[in-house]
């Protein structure tokens, strides 16, 4: 089995060397566990904060262990009733051709169900809920309000600005390239898209493309971008802290600089993990299961068949080269 490790704590990009591979013989799985072969595995930035031993809403990956990731896999052996050979299930794994894990954290997908099984990790999964519950729960837009979200044509920012523009919202998406821009404004209907990499200052380019100001900040990106969307805020504004990639791989980064905002606008800044809404998964998945059908969200999974090169394929979410959700696929 070719596991990526964790083999010591990266402080800046996780190099070759900090997460080299191994090939260790598969073990029998032990009572209550089972093994899968992985199919699809997800490259989220969320495993570069894992990596880091800075507390965090799950336990650090510890040093040894391979690289922990959401799969989607196919049970070869199981040593559980909860699951038989031959089934496909989506289950905390790891940057791995073959998991072993307790088969109560297994859930069982149907592969004939129409769906291609990758949606369960992107639109339908992990991405798709983050921007679901975060927009509507945390972020609370109403209609006839501006919404901007960061890291726009990404897995979760492309969905946050659908959804927003189901709610009736003005929806502004900041992204790192002109095509990207070009594909949220044009195919998923944003109303204006900032190339923040080209835009010069962000605070003018945001009030530009934000006439009536900003009444929902969705940020996925955090730095400077956070500190310029501050400057924009409307009384009362709402910041759905998501995530901080702008700093993920630097722990030396300097925090926002513009949080008297929140008292200047009466603004609230909440963060949250999309654990935080399990119980209402199912309702969730349903809801996007139903957009997308109905051809009302749209969603890009950028597929990679090289688990061999699968540290540089997730350093790419870092540089903005990936294309929507990045996923690994170990193809059977
Ligand atoms: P994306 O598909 O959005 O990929 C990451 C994108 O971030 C890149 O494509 C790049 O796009 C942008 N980016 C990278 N570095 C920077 C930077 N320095 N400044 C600005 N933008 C940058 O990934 P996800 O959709 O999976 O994740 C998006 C965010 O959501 C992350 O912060 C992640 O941690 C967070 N998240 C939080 C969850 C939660 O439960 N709270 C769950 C899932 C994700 P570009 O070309 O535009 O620069």
Known sequence: NRQYYLASRPVAAPTPEEVPFRDV???DPAA???????????????IRGWMSEVNNYIEPIALGDPIRSSVIGRVVKSNSEL??????????GGWERFTTGPAAGMTKLDENSGIP??????VLGPTGLTAYFGLLEVGKPKKGETVLVSAAAGAVGSVVGQIAKMQGCHVVGMAGTDEKCRWITEELG????????????????????????????????????????????NRFARVAVCGWISTYNDA????????????????????????????RFPEGVAQLAEWVIAGKLKFKEEIVDDLDNVLSTFLRLFDGSNQGKLIIRNPE
Not at 35 to 40: G, K, L, S
Not at 254 to 279: C, H, M, R
Request: proline fraction near 5%; include cysteine; charged fraction near 20%.
């Open 32 to 46: 209550g566990e089972a093994v899968i072969r992985n199919m699809f595995i997800s490259l989220d930035p969320a």
């Open 252 to 279: 030396d980064a300097p925090g926002p600089k513009n949080l008297w905002q929140l008292v200047a606008e009466s603004v609230t800044i909440q963060g949250f993990v999309v654990l935080d809404y399990i119980d």
């Open 117 to 122: 099984l990758s949606n369960f990790l992107s």
């Open 190 to 233: 944003f109303d204006a898209a900032i190339n923040y990499k080209t835009c010069g200052d962000y605070v003018q380019a945001i009030r530009e493309a934000c006439p009536s100001g900003v009444d929902v900040y969705f940020d996925n990106v955090g730095g400077e971008i956070l500190d310029a969307a501050l400057m924009c805020l």
């Open 25 to 27: 013989p598969l073990q």
């Open 83 to 92: 699951v038989a050979e031959g089934d496909v299930v989506i289950s905390v």
